[in-house]
């Protein structure tokens, strides 16, 4: 017996080396190589790095690519199947999230739901959070903050057009801080949108691949910020303050609300319970603020939902500017279907508008380049070499791009979501059957995002009441080129456009949705200072 079992251990042992041995042997995913020290120059990836991504796809003929800046490995994947293999079935191995020592520690986002290790316990309390708190009852006990802040959102459209992507901001701004804190935004002026904003534009900056030498250097994160040459940690200390203004002030100005009984019901009272232990209400906090201010063009978080709206919605218009026939259809199914402002319980009688959403995430991608994964552990993938703690980067641009998924996937057409029978009907190509881009606009594996069900009727209220209220030009109705936004999320870069009111002033749009009633509070605001 003993022999027996010295011999079998000997085998396992042989075996494990040689499995090891054969996975160092395997070469690294083909890319560039760029300097011996720094690896490839991060300027390479400041402008559309999609883009660059897939050009390499295509230079190299491999489904996934590989590249290093300074001690960092990156894997590029811009296939569709190699996606689903690594993220969605071995999902257990590619839930982690690469750290970012500047943004998770020094900047103090460490926590944050978007940030979080997928293997942390948090993570997945972080989740049945959220999923519990959007969904489908969930959104149904919000719709009339939905509806209410659209109506606002039509009148800046109204009043001042030419601010459209102001207005937008602050209808995300406001239905996020409604839904999250039971917080009502006021006025264009209120600090929670351009600080929310700000929060966006921090994240992007803290987590620029080459930016900061911490981020490779580790050690450098106990350099005292007074050191000669430590003005990133000078600038960290700024950044910290600006993020937990973002999520401190709001939790706490609900638990105050609370203890005075003048709270209005949301995400966060609901969540908040008597006798909590300091870690459970730090996780509701945490949950809340991955509705309001996290990643996105921000701090990991409302990148979810509130910088994908304000994304998709941006983009919306200036192709809806561009493709006067697609927008003429759409519009003439809200007439036709409902005959008037739309309410969130109109929403499926729209099968066109959902197909021109879907077109809009495809053409347009919010996050061109999905949140970083990271490799937990050594993995081999088609003949590659996958080394654990590397940094996995879905190109979502590409995948959505790929003309065997998407036949002339430069070309905006809503059909390729909408049935034959109905497309042919309303004059298209009926190409309907080509893959649903949510399968991949919203995350992989167990970092998929869980505010689809928010996010889109949200989005589609707002479009449908849009397009019932205006019709949309460009300024210029030539030589009009697309250009997008470089960052944590994206959208098409907004051009001049007209926004020409569907009623007269002495005409009533039928059916209108009453004005919302404004609730009078203390400001949430006023006990700190920007």
Partial sequence: MFVESVVALLVTTVALLWLLRRSFLLPLPPGPRGHLFSGIPSSLLKTEPWKTY????????????????YNRITIIVNDYSAVHDLLERRAAIYSGRPMSWMFHVICGRGPAVFNISGLDPRHAVYRRLLQSGLGVQAVKDYTPILEDEINVLLRGLRETPAQFERHIRRNATAVIMKVAFGYSVLDNDDPFI????????ISGWAMAPGRWLVDYLPILRFVPAW????????????????????????HNWVKEQMAAGTNIPSFTSRLLKPGMSEEEEDIVKWCAGALNAGAADTSQSTEVIL????????????LMALHPTIQDQARDEIDANIGRLPRVSDLDRLPFLRAVLKEVMRFAPVGNLALPHQ????????????PAGSTVIPNVWAILHDPELYPDPFVFDPARFFSGSDSASAGLSGRAGQPDPYAYVWGFGRRRCPGIQFAEPALLLAMACILHTFVIHPELAENVQLEFTTGITSHIKPFGVRFTERWPDSQVPPSKIPPPTVELRPRLYTRVKL
């Fill in 54 to 69: 897939a050009a390499w796809g295509v230079h190299y003929g491999a489904p996934i690519l590989c590249f290093r800046v």
């Fill in 194 to 201: 351009s600080i929310a904003d700000e929060s966006s534009k």
């Fill in 227 to 250: 050191f000669p040459f430590a003005q990133f940690q000078r600038q960290g200390a700024e950044w910290r303050k600006t993020l937990e203004f973002v999520s401190d002030v709001p």
């Fill in 307 to 318: 910088s994908k709206t304000v994304s998709a919605l941006i983009s919306f218009i200036m």
């Fill in 375 to 386: 490799a937990t552990q050594d993995d081999v993938y088609g003949g590659y070499r996958i």
